[in-house]
């Protein structure tokens, strides 16, 4: 069964499931946000009335830097709408397949 390509005829996911996103995102992002917070604010404690305890700091940041990258790139990619409309390629690619039984016939 096909389905219409055209994004104005699909049926829209409805609110709630942006809700139930939304409400995991922050029982899942907050607590691992909450607990590297803490670690970081630890070790940054360590880091400045121990300096042996430096060599913990370069990882962290590499990893705060990698995370920010990512972030920009989520952004962007959320910018540019690339999330706009992610099962328009599989209708897309279905209609073209009966476009092409169609001419094989």
């Known amino acids: 069964m096909l ?5 104005e005829e699909r049926p829209q996911p409805p609110k709630r499931n942006r809700a139930w ?3 995991t995102i922050i029982f899942f992002i907050g607590p691992a946000m909450y607990g590297f917070g803490t670690k970081f604010y630890e070790l940054v404690r ?3 009335g121990d300096p042996a305890g430096a060599f913990a700091v370069t990882p962290i940041v590499n990893y705060l830097l990698a995370s920010f990258g990512f972030v920009l790139l989520f952004g962007w990619a959320a910018r540019n709408g690339m999330f706009r409309d992610i099962e328009c390629p599989k209708f897309e690619m279905l209609e073209n397949e009966r476009r092409l039984d169609t001419l094989e016939r």
């Open 46 to 48: 360590v880091f400045q």
């Open 3 to 7: 389905r219409a390509a055209n994004p």
């Open 21 to 23: 996103a939304i409400l």
